[in-house]
């Protein structure tokens, strides 16, 4: 076994030797637990590189360019030892030596200034130290004068000698080989309390020496770092004690050396339990975030930041968390029972960029959501965008990170449609909404695609079902049109009784408005050009007269003929859809019809309560419409046929027809077979002989 050891630091052998490097790469290279603590280390001190040029301001080149150290120490000496008077030296007696260890050894200060520029450089080299750099606090060190304390911090490097496999080339050797003596003199001075405490720190830091490091760190992020360094110092001293890399016996560790190896749980135990953390712990999410993901304790995290999200985040806490949400799920930590916790997480970021506003973020953060989210979170988004070129935008957007466009303009279309709506039947306005104009407007939503045209169809029967249940006839004159099955039926029966309200209105304005009035007769005794005059206007009159009555003919043709397309509409009447009558089909076609009416059902649970309701006002206002006008242009005969039709089985019409509503149609039905009788007629309309 002595062979062996012998044989590994052999320059004869053929092995890569083995160093104090080595052994502390190795360590690197099969424990996790260390190269997480030194991930940690190199973050922090990377974080304060970052800052120490914005937050560090009392740096020593700011006060002072000198290469000399304790120059106002060694002015002094000089001027007392050559019989020279300094004014305003003081009685207090300063060190008579400049060795390093002369105002410990003697206890003896410096000068004044030479004592402030100290101070001033320790705190300098500490911070270096703390961020990391120590090759510039080296530096700093040598400028300052003070080339033995850069010397000082160089013993805490590991020895690497390359040479022994290749003597015949001289590598560099780099690190310390009685890096253990000098572990036990930097231990010493930082336990030493006549030491300035910055002093102390930085061979606290270099060397292990935690409670020499806490005393300068009233931050987490420090006191993460203290802990951190020392956790690593104590896994590396206690591997290299292990190796015996050296040919001669190591120097003792310090007494008070820590036996027990700190872990990261216990490490951030340590942490949170010191008084200066302790404060802060409620003040930043941020390093309850940050510990959690180091201790890749995503569950713990989760949890926290569900409790964050009762009690409010600000915007950029929560899309800071949003994306850590999302790294974790892309690495594959999130597992199935925290799906919901996260989701959470993802809806709130959403539900806080709709709020800002931002499109771009809201389309991107919708994207990462489940996929029965997307639609619901995106069509909240659109709700309340009017203007075409902003909805243009968030669809176009919507499409570039995979979006379902079209359910979510369907969605946003429903939800608009459906907002703030009351029983149409309870609700009689006939006068035209701002919220009316709102859902009308919804429709264009479904108009940027072609592909759904069909959908658009759909919605705006059904806003028009609620629109004619509302008596807002001129509001539900909107014009669309595409086709198909039982929604293109309905906009049909819909168009077909706009078509015959307008016909209506055109008959009863020519016969009520403009019928040309005949001319006053002239009076008694009047002269001979006035009954010139008289019998020209009533020429004229009786030529406008037949105009009118053609005129009229025309029109009461066309609204007699758009209102008998109300009542005879084919294939099972006026909004009733097509299929539903016909018992004469095959079974494969009765199904396919139950279906698709079934899908109809689904979107518009209302659907069939509406056009029953819609069958059940319009039907009998337009026998109303059509008696009226067969009356009034003396059409008696067809105008009791009309009885035939609203009795007829084929049509069952009298099924729309209330108690009243009949019992209205029977008394004029009555008034017509009066006007019958009066001309020779029986009460149907045929001639008594």
Not at 198 to 208: D, K, M, V
Not at 330 to 349: F, N, P, Y
Not at 507 to 524: A, E, G, L
Request: hydrophobic letters at 35%.
């Amino acid at each position: 076994m002595g062979e062996e050891e012998n044989n590994r630091d052999s320059p004869m052998s053929g092995e890569e030797p083995t160093t104090d490097l080595t052994v502390v790469s190795r360590l690197y290279d099969t424990n996790r637990t260390i190269r997480v603590a030194q991930i940690v280390i190199d973050w922090l001190e990377k974080n304060a590189a970052d800052d120490f040029d914005r937050k560090f301001y009392d740096r020593v080149e700011y006060f002072d360019d000198t290469h000399i150290g304790w120059e106002n120490t060694l002015k002094t000496l000089k001027s007392e030892s050559s019989g020279v008077s300094i004014p305003f030296r003081g009685t207090r007696s300063l060190v008579t030596s400049l060795d390093p260890d002369a105002p410990v050894r003697q206890g003896k200060p410096l000068h004044d200034l030479d004592h402030e520029d100290e101070m001033r450089l320790m705190r300098c080299v500490f911070v270096y130290v703390r961020s990391g750099q120590v090759a510039a606090a080296e530096e700093l060190c040598v400028k300052a004068g003070h080339h033995w304390r850069a010397a000082t911090l160089e013993g805490w490097k590991l020895h690497h000698d390359p040479n022994p496999l290749n003597p015949s080339q001289r590598n560099p050797i780099s690190g310390n080989p009685y890096r253990d003596v000098w572990k036990a003199v930097a231990w010493r001075a930082a336990s030493d309390e006549r030491l300035p405490q910055y002093e102390r720190a930085i061979y606290g830091a270099l060397c292990g020496h935690l409670q020499a490091v806490l005393g300068v760190c009233h931050e987490w992020q420090d006191v993460l770092w203290a802990y951190s360094r020392t956790m690593v110092d104590q896994w590396v001293e206690e591997q290299l004690r292990r190796a015996a890399t050296h040919l001669r016996p190591l120097h003792p560790l310090p007494k008070d050396f820590p036996e027990e190896k700190l872990s990261m749980k216990a490490l951030f135990e340590a942490v949170e339990q010191r008084p200066e953390v302790q404060q802060q712990r409620h003040n930043n999410p941020y390093h309850l975030l940050q510990k959690y993901i180091i201790l890749d304790d995503v569950e713990s995290l989760l949890r926290e930041a569900h409790v964050w999200l009762n009690d409010g985040l600000a915007p950029h806490l929560l899309r800071c968390l949003t994306h850590v949400v999302l790294f974790l799920r892309k690495i594959g930590r999130i597992s199935q029972q925290q799906e919901s916790l996260c989701t959470d997480i993802l809806e709130a970021c959403v539900k806080e960029s709709i709020e800002r506003g931002d499109v771009e973020q809201v389309a991107w953060y919708t994207s990462v959501l489940p996929v029965w989210l997307q639609v619901e979170w995106y069509a909240r988004f659109l709700h309340n965008i009017s203007d075409d070129h902003h909805r243009r935008h968030a669809l176009q957007l919507a499409a570039t990170v995979g979006l379902d466009t079209r359910a979510i303009t369907s969605t946003v279309v429903t939800n608009i449609r459906l907002s703030g709506s009351r029983d149409p039947e309870n609700e009689v306005v006939s006068e035209t909404t701002g919220d009316d104009r709102v859902k009308i407007s919804a429709i264009d939503w479904l108009l940027y695609d072609p592909k759904q045209r069909v959908e658009a169809l759909r919605q705006a029967s059904a806003l028009l079902r609620t629109l004619l249940i509302s008596r807002k006839i001129e509001t539900g004159s909107r014009d669309l049109t595409t086709q198909s099955d039982n929604i293109v039926r309905e906009y049909l029966c819909i168009r077909t009784f706009l078509d015959a309200q307008d016909s209506f209105t055109d008959w009863f304005d020519h016969y009520h408005q403009k019928r040309p009035q005949p001319p006053k007769k002239p009076t008694v005794g009047s002269n001979f050009s006035q009954q010139v005059a008289y019998e020209q206007a009533e020429q004229q009159h009786n030529g406008e007269l037949d105009r009118w009555k053609h005129t009229l003919s025309l029109i009461t043709k066309t609204a007699c003929d758009r209102l008998y397309n109300v009542l005879l509409f084919p294939e099972g009447g006026w909004l009733v859809d097509s299929g539903l009558e016909d018992q004469d089909v095959d079974t494969s076609a009765k199904d396919t019809s139950s279906s698709r009416e079934l899908r109809l059902d689904n979107q518009e649970p209302d659907r069939a309560q509406q056009m029953s309701v819609l069958r059940s006002i319009y039907i009998p206002q337009v026998t109303s419409l059509l008696q009226n006008i067969l009356h009034s242009t003396e059409n008696y005969k067809e105008s009791v046929r009309l009885a035939d039709i609203i009795a007829s089985e084929q049509h069952q019409l009298y099924k729309a027809f209330g108690s009243c509503e009949l019992q209205q149609f029977l008394i004029k039905l009555q008034e017509t077979s009066r006007e019958l009788l009066d001309c020779n007629c029986d009460a149907l309309g045929y001639p008594l002989q």
